[in-house]
């Protein structure tokens, strides 16, 4: 039987790679969970079982019951009818065994009916749902909404707003962007405003509200009247009811079985979360690492479908007299997607590894504090670890959903004239995953959340580490690019720095993100060969384009190519 | 609150078969296909569960079957079953649908007091549909077959739709009663990631044992406790535990005999040109009447 887990070797190299002990050992709080809860590890090996029991369930769920409802979804889309949206067929099904099988509180605590399963687990439940049908992330990939009260709420709101997630009664939605305010958050103008009894209440409009229409919606609003920037918003949870609104529903190019709504608050009981004042800047920059993390998951899904059509239709279409996988144009293109997509999720388990890692610090310095003991140690790994997931969350989501819509474009390009027609799968791939690389962010923000970290070149330490590193046989000589691309890329980065030019840094931002990202994906990659022969070709082709890209990013750097944005009134007639 | 019991059966996985698995008697090599759950029994726990989550109780699934039954076991575990019984013996081997139903019959008897007795249709392997029935009848309690619905369940009176030839028909029953399910009666549940990190661990009397295989230091009895304790014990019942009649089991109760087993090759033979006049169709009828295919 298919299992979206076990049929996929990359996805089990790194699952089997995975090393969880200080993660699941902070999680279980050493195991101590397994006294209360019938559920929980009691070791290290019988967490590790666990999560891939759990894995093989959502592989078999994946492949066996949510894709082949996904073309239906797509089709059906979401409807909306006297103010009430209502999802597809196909998607309220899978929600309902996403929620017999105890998979919508995943993350969550136990306390709470959650599974307790940690973060870096979870993307790969999340990937796999995403290549069954992107659409279905929306839903069941935005578990840190719920996990969002958890963090920040009081053990009251945690009560009120988790059990619920947890059994998959409620969904729920981020309601962040306004017509004026979407990737500058700062311009939030949704008032929140209190009584004399001091609660709060909600009033004004969002848009593009993915899921909008869910039980529970985390708000950011502005509380501090006059104020215009980002000091005067603060985060709120709030139910849907009679003054919650969907006013109208976007009809949308892809990911057709998630709604986009436009809502409007009137007059809302809601609840704060947090402390006043730190809705941006502290509460939703937190949420942004899971929610780019999640997106990329959804890239990387979605990738990994369009790859296995173009696959299998290349294999089996016949032109010429012979299969056009073996044409040479048409191989080399199937190549650049596989080494794509595995050099990608190398990047991607690394970054949400380092993301896990660095809430999990979070909650034991929370727990030492607590105790009253001492949290030096603890706070300087954080300290590491928050520096690499801040680099590493925006550059795994620009580089693995500009990867997705490359990769779907190419395997609707080796479809040919069929890709084009709705009956094939790989036409609503290429539509689910051009969203990728606009919300939560678009790519060109993604560089701009990057660049400042490239600038430090804050993997410094662990660049210099691999520089040194002996690489045997063939290896060494991709060792040896590698080295190269890293000059090219310093060298770069100096000649950007010394022109002390605002203005041209944000144009070659995006150059020197790319030189960073092969850095990052090139010596992962290497690793992974030295002890996995079958990663050596992967890492050959990856290294060696790279360096060729390198030279390319480089030059444009230095080139004085974007010298005419000075001109850019006058070119642009 | 209903008190369930569900009868299921571990069958080679029949959708699966590759290549080597066909010998060339045309028999199946049981050993090289993997072992699943009886789909019909599946949909048949998922009825149950329907029963239970509207209506509270217990459902206690029982299996005869060799010791890595309880493979499909810790499945209905995983799918939201409370209990679940081995019922194996090597004795039991080769036995028919008498010798199963009566062992069947007595081990329900022994779990006790129940309302509703669920089983699929019929197995995948044997095809007969004769186990479920069998059961009721030797327990002497109604039965239900060819279930498509529980239309209605109140107090002690089952209301269920069945599915006759040319349609279906609306029957009532007293319980407690037997009930044979169709496939399409339900879609099973996937399995609950709780559930299946809770009983991964929940293992038979055989398997216990196997654990202490070798190692001087476990005893089964005490292991045994231990997994009791941790409610990841699988109940395990052997002949002897049941008090069986020997010659009721296995091969010996089995009066089935299977006298050979033919490998039939469909294949399409001559055919005949009928021509479209009064004595063509005449005598293709003559034809079909002397082949008594008419009349």
């Known amino acids: 039987m298919a299992n979206y887990f076990l049929d996929n070797r990359d996805l089990l190299f790194h699952f089997n790679a995975l090393d969880l002990r200080e993660i699941a050992g902070i999680a279980e709080e050493e195991y101590a969970q397994s006294k209360e809860h019938r559920d929980a590890p009691v070791n290290y090996e019988d967490a590790m079982v666990n999560y891939r029991t759990v894995l093989e369930m959502v592989g078999d769920l994946a492949a066996n019951r949510i894709a082949p409802r996904a073309s239906d979804v797509d089709h059906e889309g979401v409807s909306f009818a006297d103010g009430v949206v209502s999802y597809a067929r196909g998607t309220q099904r899978n929600l309902k065994e ?30 796999m749902v995403s290549r069954a049908d992107a659409s279905l992330m929306n839903l069941f990939g935005l578990q840190d909404i719920a996990d969002t009260v958890r963090k920040f709420g009081t053990e009251e709101q ?77 985060l709120f949870v709030c139910h849907s009811g009679p003054t919650v609104k969907v006013r109208r529903i976007e009809n949308k190019l892809g990911i057709h079985g998630s709604p986009t709504c436009e809502l409007q608050f009137t007059d809302t009981p809601a609840q704060l979360v947090g402390d006043r004042k730190f809705g ?31 696959l299998s239709y290349a294999r089996d279409r016949e032109q010429f007299g012979r299969s056009i996988a073996s044409l040479p144009a048409v191989a080399n293109m199937l190549i650049e997607m596989r080494v794509t997509l595995e050099t990608n999720r190398s990047l991607f388990y690394h970054a949400a590894l380092c993301v896990d890692r660095k809430e999990k610090l979070e909650e034991r310095i929370a727990a030492l504090k607590k105790a009253g003991q001492p949290v030096t140690e603890e706070t300087a790994a954080l300290k590491a670890a928050t520096r690499i997931a801040n680099l590493l969350t925006p550059m795994a989501k620009y580089v693995l959903s500009e990867s997705a819509n490359r990769i779907s474009y190419d395997a609707l390009q080796v479809h040919g004239g069929t890709g084009y027609m709705k009956e094939f799968r790989v036409e609503r791939l290429a539509r689910d995953a051009r969203i990728t690389n606009i919300y939560e962010g678009t790519s060109q923000l993604q560089i701009v959340a990057s660049i400042g970290h490239v600038i430090n070149d804050v993997l410094r330490e662990w660049l210099d580490r691999h520089d040194m590193k002996e690489y045997r046989g063939g290896l060494g000589s991709l060792a040896a690019a590698m080295r190269e691309i890293r000059a090219l890329f310093l060298e770069s980065l100096r000649f950007v720095t010394e022109r002390k030019d605002a203005a041209f840094q944000d144009v070659a931002a995006k150059d020197l993100v790319d030189l960073y990202s092969y850095l990052v994906m090139g010596y992962l990659v290497l690793d992974e060969a030295a002890d996995e022969p079958s990663k050596a070709f992967i890492a050959n082709r990856y290294i060696l384009s790279s360096l060729a890209k390198a030279r390319a990013n480089a030059e444009m750097i230095k080139s004085g190519v974007f010298a005419d944005l000075l001109h850019a009134d006058t070119i642009l007639v | 609150m209903y008190r369930s019991i569900v009868l299921v059966k571990q069958v080679p996985d029949t959708a699966n078969i590759t290549g080597n698995v066909m010998q060339e008697d045309g028999t199946v090599n049981r050993a090289k296909l993997p072992a699943i759950l009886n789909h019909e029994d599946r949909v048949a726990l998922e009825v149950a569960l329907r029963v239970k989550d509207r209506f509270g109780g217990t459902i206690t699934v029982v299996t005869m079957g060799p010791p890595r039954a309880s493979d499909i076991l810790r499945e209905c575990l995983y799918m939201g079953a409370d209990h679940a019984v081995l019922i194996s013996d090597r004795k039991f081997a080769g036995a028919d649908t008498l010798a199963t139903s009566y062992v069947l019959s007595e081990a329900v008897k022994r779990i006790g007091a129940y309302d509703i007795i669920f089983a699929g249709r019929q197995a995948i392997d044997g095809d007969t549909a004769q186990v479920g029935p069998q059961t009721a009848e030797k327990l002497g309690v109604p039965q239900v077959t060819y279930l498509e619905e529980i239309v209605d369940l109140q107090e002690r009176t089952l209301t269920a739709k069945r599915k006759i030839e040319g349609g279906y028909e609306v029957v009532r029953a007293a319980l407690p009663v037997l009930v044979t399910v169709l496939k ?51 109940d395990t019942m052997t002949m002897d535990d049941l008090k069986l009649d020997a010659d009721r089991c296995g091969v010996h109760g089995s009066p089935t005999k299977v006298y050979k087993v033919e490998s039939v090759v469909l294949a399409g033979g001559g055919h005949a040109i009928v021509e479209p006049t009064r004595d063509g169709i005449s005598a293709l009828i003559d034809r079909l009447m002397d082949d008594h295919i008419l009349g």
């Open chain 1, 158 to 234: 945690r009560r009120e707003f988790l059990p619920k997630f947890c059994t998959g009664e409620y969904t729920g939605a981020m309601a962040l962007t306004e017509p004026d305010a979407g990737s500058d958050l700062q311009a939030v103008k949704l008032q929140a405003y209190q009584n004399d009894r001091g609660e709060w209440f909600l009033r004004g409009v969002k848009r593009f509200i993915t899921n909008g229409n869910g039980d529970v919606l985390l708000v950011l609003a502005r509380s501090e009247p006059g104020t215009k920037d980002a000091r005067g918003l603060s």
């Open chain 1, 98 to 127: 996403l929620s017999q099988a105890d998979l919508m509180g995943m993350i969550l605590p136990r306390a709470y009916g959650g599974l307790n399963i940690p973060f870096t687990v979870y993307m790969m439940a999340v990937e």
């Open chain 1, 280 to 310: 941006l800047i502290k509460y939703v920059f937190d949420l942004m690492y899971r929610a780019r993390m999640g997106v990329s998951a959804q890239a990387l899904g979605i990738a990994q479908a369009a790859y296995e059509e173009a």
């Open chain 2, 184 to 234: 399409d009666a339900a879609e099973p549940r996937p399995y609950s990631a709780r559930r299946m990190m809770t009983y991964k661990g929940a293992r038979t009397l055989m398997e216990i044992e196997k654990l202490t295989e070798g190692n001087p230091l476990l005893y089964a009895d005490a292991l045994r406790h231990e997994y009791e304790s941790r409610d990841l014990f699988i």
